[in-house]
């Protein structure tokens, strides 16, 4: 929200959310019309069925394709609310079951990478604070420059290579689920580190202006005990809005990470679905983002109007 | 030299640097040489051979020619876009202005990876696809850039004077709203820069239609990650070098802190 502009009340925030779904919904129905070929065709090829003027006809009339553009959308509509997502023709499982089944594996990656996050920034963004240009202060930013030219996947490949290969601590692809999530939920930390850190820091040190905090000095409190006692709370305030897009991005974003540790979470089922042309999973895929992002949004929106009472005027 | 210009530089000689590795190679990068696979490190292949024998060095050179293309494509498509939104949502103001910005901030929101993959899923994975993919998924934070910095110009007194002197919109636009935007968008162009290949190297690792007859940085590692027990340089070399490159454009602009942009920087998820 920019700065001189009203948040929307219910029925904005209504209509907004509503406008949005709409445009995602048709994306995502549009997908199947994008695709390169008949999809009707690449379904019967994918799954070994006849392909003759009948089976195709037969399925063009079960999936609504001979009806006009807009009776399909409402078709496809329809059913992808009431549950029918639609089959996954290489594991031939009800693709609602299959998101149902890795969603936690991909919500346990993000939300643990993040936390591990949440938990590391706050002292580090405080050391950097109470002495900037000191150790913790180059140790973030270190962080910050390597996480931007690396790319996540060779970390990956590298972590897998020093923990399972050379020290032989860890199992990368075998064991049990809790294991392999050990490495995937490392780097997605360092991966949000950086600029939480930077936040939760520049939120210090903007509070270390305040005549509060030069009161707090005058009373006698050395540096990290004045930040800490008048000063973290911003900064607490500031590491929640970060957080936000965190949130939002985490559940898609760690798509990299799912494919290269051979995590079985939604994105890694997207990645081989869509290898294998199963385009249904790309549809139910935008919508789940496109729904996770608007609740984290909206969700951040009523917390900010809770915890800040200046917001909601 | 300005931080503009050093930037720029850099990014123009890294570049020249690329299109001319994927221009010459010392070998055939696609010569088959199984009587010398995962050959070491040697005069004749300074970083050692494939698992079909094939030379590394020449493939990461050719290799190099995709990623500068991807920058030069998602550069200027970024750039142009967001300039001509950013700037005519400044100028229009009202309903069309605030609809535009709405549309630029829509486009940050979705996560710059997921919109890039549906795209290359659909219309394949080349440097070109994955270029305008990654480009109409970044404009976001260029417009809403440019539409702060056309506010903040149309509101100084010179623009004002030459307003009342009857020169017209276009004409503001042209003489002042645009020469003043560009010079901080290009700033921020060049430390975009290295975001882009890292993005581009996640699209071809993940390999979404992808044709792998091109040799490529991100397919590379995507191709030879079955080698990380055995020939773990494989992986090595191309992930080098995805990160030098994207090192050295970063390191070569920083963004300047507090600048009015700051807070829309484009963010990248690729963890």
Redesign the interface.
């Given at each position: 929200m920019r700065d001189g502009e009203t948040r929307p009340g219910p029925v904005g925030w209504l209509i907004r959310s509503a406008t949005?779904l709409a445009v995602v919904s048709v994306a995502a129905f549009a997908?199947l019309h994008?695709?390169?070929g008949d999809p009707v065709i690449i379904a019967l090829s994918v799954q070994n069925l006849p392909v003759t003027p009948e089976t195709v006809a037969a399925l063009r009339a079960e999936w609504g394709l001979d009806r006009p553009l807009a009776a399909q959308y409402l078709h496809w509509l329809t059913g992808f609310l009431s549950g029918d997502w639609g089959v996954s023709f290489r594991t031939t499982r009800p693709i609602l079951e299959e998101f149902g089944r890795r969603l936690p594996v991909s919500m346990a990656l993000g939300f643990g990478?993040l936390a591990l996050a949440v938990i590391v920034a706050v002292p580090l963004g405080f050391a950097a604070a109470a002495r900037p240009g000191g150790l913790a202060d180059r140790l973030a930013r270190a962080v910050t420059?390597l996480t931007?030219?690396?790319?996540?996947?060779?970390l990956g490949?590298?972590a897998?290579?020093l923990f399972a290969?050379e020290l032989g601590i860890l199992q990368a692809f075998t064991g049990p689920l809790a294991e392999r999530l050990v490495l995937p939920i490392l780097?997605?930390a360092?991966?949000?580190l950086g600029?939480l850190t930077r936040v939760y820091r520049a939120e210090l040190l903007a509070a270390v202006e305040t005549p509060m905090y030069r009161t707090a000095r005058a009373k006698g409190l050395s540096r990290p005990e004045a930040i800490w006692r008048h000063c973290h709370r911003r900064g607490l305030f500031g590491l929640v809005a970060a957080l936000t897009?965190e949130f939002?991005?985490?559940i898609?974003?760690?798509?990299?990470?799912e494919?290269?540790f051979g995590l079985p979470g939604i994105s890694q089922f997207?990645?081989e679905s869509?290898?294998a042309r199963d385009y249904f999973v790309?549809q139910a895929y935008?919508v789940v983002?496109a729904v996770w992002?608007l609740a984290v949004?909206t969700v951040a929106d009523l917390a900010g109007r809770l915890l800040d009472p200046r917001v909601s005027r | 030299m300005s931080g503009r210009g050093r930037g720029l530089t850099a990014l123009g000689l890294l570049l020249a640097g690329l299109a001319l590795a994927s221009l010459w190679q010392p070998q055939d990068p696609f010569a088959i040489d199984l009587a010398s696979r995962h050959a070491p490190i040697s005069p004749s292949h300074p970083m050692g051979t494939d698992h079909l024998g094939r030379d590394l060095l020449s493939r990461m050179m050719l290799g190099a020619g995709n990623t500068a293309m991807v920058i030069v494509i998602v550069a200027s498509l970024s750039f142009g876009l967001g300039t001509l939104v950013g700037v005519t949502a400044g100028l229009a103001r009202g309903p069309i202005g605030s609809a535009l910005i709405r549309t630029a901030e829509f486009v940050i929101a979705v996560p710059t990876l997921i919109l890039a993959l549906t795209i290359t899923t659909l219309f394949g994975l080349s440097p070109v696809t994955a270029g305008l993919a990654l480009g109409l998924a970044t404009w976001g934070p260029y417009a809403l850039l440019a539409h702060a910095l056309t506010l903040r110009t149309l509101g100084q007194p010179h623009v004002l004077a030459a307003r009342s002197l009857g020169v017209g919109r276009a004409g503001v636009a042209a003489r002042h709203v645009v020469p003043e935007t560009t010079d901080t968008l290009l700033t921020y162009l060049a430390s975009d820069a290295g975001r882009t290949v890292v993005s581009y190297a996640s699209l071809a690792f993940l390999g979404l239609g992808a044709e792998t007859s091109q040799p490529d940085w991100g397919a590379m590692l995507f191709e030879y990650r079955g080698y990380v027990f055995d020939a773990p340089m494989l992986l090595i070399w191309p992930g080098l070098a995805i990160t030098l490159t994207a090192l050295t454009l970063n390191l070569a602009l920083e963004p300047r802190p507090g600048h009015p942009g700051s807070r829309h920087r484009p963010k990248l998820k690729e963890t």
């Open positions: 949005l997908v994008a695709v390169p990478g420059v931007q030219a690396v790319p996540a996947f060779w490949l590298v897998i290579w290969v780097i997605v360092l991966y949000s600029s897009p939002g991005w985490v898609g974003g760690t798509a990299v990470t494919v290269v997207l990645v869509v290898g790309l935008i983002i992002m949004f | -």
